[in-house]
């Protein structure tokens, strides 16, 4: 695969020598913190979450102190919101350490420890194995052409010439950066081809809950034993912080899972954990502000795009989409040079793939005022290319 500066950078095992950095990170994160005027950015909404109302001006009870008579156990909530046994459910810090746990609990350990990695994906969801000594093999869910923005298809020809030699396979089925949720018959095929060769298939759920109460809610653990759901209160919920995540899979795999988080973790953390269990009776209100936010803000950027002859559909759910450039500008250079110049901050399409260079992501998210503002500028910055 040809690579670039912004890019996830895959390949074999490493440790020491010359770490691999999340380069699109390094790229971002300065940005975020120097401040922006009009972010359209962010992945996970941020929900205006009032602690103050939450916790009645107090800290919680039993702040630091995890054993109490009500068990602070976040697998209950998670299992009871999900209608499962609570001996499936294992949890993690954020998806980003229980997919972790996800792939330890799950990967064939008769086969080579090489994991199968969908591309384009966010980059330290194709490249953590690496550092868990996998190979990291790329199969391909992109566009067709240069306007396709979602849902993509598998192409199901590369994981076939890749799925003898991997002991695990990693999707993210409500896909960043399109917002789209794989097809029903992708995500039949990907289960099937999984369970046909013995490995496991690790799903990094993240968006999924934004589609909650419709037919795109399609969580991986209900299509086999060897599936393997990975969420968090990080994106549609915007409690990142928190770094509240689980996993959900067979018993077995939960098994697994507790006893890789055992050897590498521990424990969680309480006071998040605490904060998490004030929050819970409330969880879905973010649900249905993004829901609002959409009716309020995604016509104002529809509107935009048909002002500068982009024809584009959202995806039905979530708060960002990809965008298709017009013209020949590369992703970068048109976040860099143009948008910077109006003080708009979008995510070029090829933090996940050195080949999304004319796509950008968007979001929508954002407090409805604030929002009008920032299109007005990002229409300027669209002006720019005709
Ligand atoms: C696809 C995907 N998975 C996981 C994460 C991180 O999730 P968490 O904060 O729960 O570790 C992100 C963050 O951007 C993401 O885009």
Redesign the pocket.
């Known amino acids: 695969m040809d690579e670039h500066p912004l890019s996830p950078n895959l390949g074999g095992a490493t440790g020491g020598g010359d770490f691999p950095a999340i380069d699109y990170l390094e790229w971002y994160v300065p940005r975020l913190q120097a401040g922006v005027d009009h972010d359209l950015s962010q992945?996970?909404f941020h929900h205006p979450w009032d602690w103050q109302k939450i916790t009645g001006g107090k800290l919680p009870e039993h702040l630091t102190t995890s054993l109490t008579k009500a068990p602070l156990d976040p697998r209950i909530w998670v299992a009871e919101r999900e209608g499962i046994e609570v001996s499936r459910v294992a949890g993690g810090?954020?998806?980003?350490?229980?997919?972790i746990f996800a792939l330890l609990a799950v990967m064939n350990p008769q086969k080579p420890r090489k994991v199968a990695v969908e591309m384009p994906?966010?980059a330290?969801?194709s490249q953590f194995a690496r550092a868990l000594g996998c190979d990291v093999l790329p199969f391909w869910r992109g566009p067709t052409s240069s306007t396709d923005c979602g849902p993509w298809s598998i192409n199901r020809q590369s994981l076939e010439s890749i799925i003898d030699d991997v002991a695990a396979v990693i999707t993210?089925p409500m896909?960043?950066p399109t917002g789209w949720m794989m097809t029903p018959d992708d995500q039949q095929w990907i289960s099937d081809i999984c369970s046909q060769h013995d490995v496991g298939l690790i799903s990094?759920e993240?968006?999924i809950d934004s589609a909650r109460g419709t037919d795109d809610y399609r969580p991986m653990h209900r299509y086999g034993d060897h599936c393997v759901s990975?969420?968090?209160?990080?994106?549609c919920y915007g409690l990142?912080p928190l770094?509240v995540?689980w996993i959900i899979g067979s018993e077995k795999t939960a098994i697994n899972a507790s006893r890789a988080f055992q050897n590498l973790q521990g424990s969680l953390a309480v006071p998040s954990l605490r904060l998490a269990e004030l929050a819970w009776p409330i969880i879905d209100e973010p649900l249905s502000l993004i829901k609002t936010r959409r009716e309020k803000n995604l016509p104002l950027l529809l509107n935009v795009l048909a002002a500068n002859g982009i024809d584009w559909s959202p995806p039905p759910s979530g708060i960002f989409g990809c965008i298709p450039l017009v013209g020949t500008i590369d992703s970068l250079q048109f976040v860099e040079d143009i948008c910077t110049t109006h003080g708009v901050l979008a995510i070029p399409g090829l933090m996940f793939s050195p080949k999304l260079t004319q796509f950008v992501r968007v979001a929508w998210g954002g407090e409805p005022k604030e929002f009008a503002a920032a299109m007005e500028a990002f229409n300027l910055c669209l002006q720019e290319l005709k």
Do not use: F
């Not at 990975?230 to 994106?235: A, E, H, I, P, R």
């Open positions: 992945s996970g810090h954020g998806v980003s350490q229980s997919l994906s966010y330290p969801v993210t896909q960043n990094d993240v968006y990975v969420n968090s209160l990080t994106k990142g770094r995540g």
